[in-house]
């Protein structure tokens, strides 16, 4: 047997979200990825993390599969947290102005880069951990018929 992971592919188990309706997970799933969109700040997406834990674990799947399936694009989530950090001014402009963490040119970092490259690593993380326990806990054809 393949013991390569890849995005998408539903891992047999027997856990309360295994045996959960399809229509309610992808309804869940849809509802929970827009409010990750939703401005709520940090204190937002602490709660939002918790609540994708929670399900991470009640889905009863290892942190391997996590790991796995997000460490081939690591390299894509550090450059998108060192160009928003390092890019992003206090106006949104690539010059220097605004408030510096460190100033030296040509690497300087802004707070609104900073809370930026947050916002960004953490939707994103968020988004697809939920896609990876929606995936990974439904069958594919069910999740197919809960489409229509």
């Not at 894509?76 to 950090?85: A, D």
């Not at 939920?130 to 229509?148: A, D, G, M, Q």
């Amino acid at each position: 047997m393949n013991n390569r992971l890849s995005l998408g592919r539903y891992i047999p188990g027997n856990s309360a979200l295994h045996r959960m309706d399809g229509r309610l997970k992808l309804v869940m799933i849809l509802f929970l990825v827009g409010c990750i969109f939703a401005p709520q700040g940090f204190v937002g997406f602490f709660f939002l993390a918790l609540v994708v834990a929670l399900l991470f674990f009640v889905s009863h799947l290892r942190f391997n599969v996590l790991w796995r399936l997000f460490r081939p694009i690591l390299f894509i989530f550090i450059t998108l947290w060192f160009i928003n950090c390092f890019l992003m001014t206090e106006t949104g402009e690539f010059h220097d102005t605004g408030s510096w963490y460190y100033g030296k040119k040509p690497f300087f970092v802004s707070e609104l880069g900073l809370l930026q490259a947050c916002y960004i690593t953490a939707r994103i993380l968020l988004m697809m951990t939920l896609t990876i326990i929606l995936t990974s806990t439904t069958k594919p054809l069910v999740l197919t018929l809960s489409l229509e």
